[in-house]
């Protein structure tokens, strides 16, 4: 399955939902938010969430700003 | 004179409140241009501050490994206030504060929808635009904005929790520009007022809350300074000083001397 995942396509395997997906990046499910095809994934829900081939996933986390 | 007023230790605390959140420290620093988390962090202390902004940014997926900015200045320490620097439309503004409120888990905001990278001032017709989305989306929205006193007034019409006028350019540390302007906001404004941007040393702080604003929002200030942390300590001196003569009422000022030394007895 391919995915856009910040801007950039990435091929995944045995990866079906959020909770996956932010797993096999190596992130922190606590630290991050979830965008799929533009539409906010709550976080309560990224074990149900799914992913499909050619999904645009942002994942974003607070970095320092003014 | 009142008891409170003779004593300051039974004075009443002086604090104040956003968006139904009561806060004592009047400095909100940012988290942006540090060397290192740490010395952020450590700033923050320094500072006294209670509210810290951040920004919204793409993880790095080719090194989850590198320090967050989460491991050094804690959520559960400070109150995050997720901006939406770098947004220069109504719906990336909106856009970023979902995916920010969805990372804290809270509506307070600040939003600042820019115009061009050259003075960084704030596009107000879409700030405006923003704020009426992000409220009727139930955010608490903290306007960046110009020092004009009547898109203030409508920025709070449409129900921004305060109004931040800069005081001169993001990061130019150039000091409050234009106080008549900034008294006028604070004159007219029933939500809090802060000077958001253009504080570049102690005194431009202590200026700003002597206008009579509620507190002062500094990054650069005290991220460029030659030594961030005692430059933090500096501005949560020169906030308290500031938000102390105004309480106090200045003299009024003259044109010509006036004597401090009686004349009467005079050999």
Excluded at chain 2, 73 to 101: H, I, M, Q
Excluded at chain 2, 218 to 240: F, G, Y
């Amino acid at each position: 399955m391919r995915l856009f995942v910040n801007g950039e396509e990435r091929a995944f395997s045995e990866v079906s939902t959020v909770a996956a997906l932010i797993a096999s990046l190596g992130l922190d499910p606590r630290k991050v938010a979830v965008e799929r095809n533009l539409e906010i994934v709550p976080r309560s829900t990224y074990a149900r969430a799914g992913v499909a081939d050619g999904d645009r996933i942002e994942i974003v986390h607070f970095i320092g700003g003014g | 004179m009142t008891q409170a007023a003779l004593n300051p230790e039974v004075a009443v605390e002086d604090v104040w409140t956003l968006a139904g959140r009561v806060f004592r420290s009047r400095l909100i620093i940012g988290t942006g241009k540090y060397k290192d988390y740490a010395l952020n962090a450590a700033a923050a202390e320094a500072a006294g501050a209670e509210i810290v902004t951040v920004a919204l940014r793409r993880v790095n997926l080719s090194d989850p490994s590198q320090p967050m900015l989460v491991d050094h200045v804690k959520p559960d320490r400070f109150t995050f206030l997720p901006n939406t620097a770098g947004c220069y439309s109504a719906e990336e503004a909106v856009r970023t504060l979902r995916l920010a409120r969805e990372a804290g888990g809270w509506d307070l905001v600040k939003l600042e929808v820019l115009s061009n990278t050259k003075h960084l001032y704030p596009d107000m017709e879409e700030t405006l635009r923003a704020l009426k989305m992000l409220v009727a989306e139930g955010f608490s929205v903290m306007a960046y904005c110009t020092d004009d006193p009547v898109f203030c007034r409508k920025l709070e019409d449409a129900g921004a929790c305060a109004i931040m006028p800069a005081g001169a350019p993001i990061g130019s540390g150039l000091g409050v520009q234009n106080p008549v302007n900034i008294r006028l906001i604070v004159e007219q404004s029933t939500v809090p007022v802060l000077v958001d941007a253009g504080v570049g040393t102690a005194s431009d702080a202590t200026v700003a809350m002597e206008l009579g604003c509620d507190a002062v929002l500094t990054n650069t200030a005290i991220a460029e300074a030659k030594d961030p942390v005692r430059m933090a300590r500096a501005m949560k001196h020169a906030v308290i000083a500031g938000r102390e003569a105004y309480l106090a009422g200045r003299m009024a000022r003259r044109l010509y001397a006036d004597p401090s030394s009686p004349l009467g007895g005079l050999i």
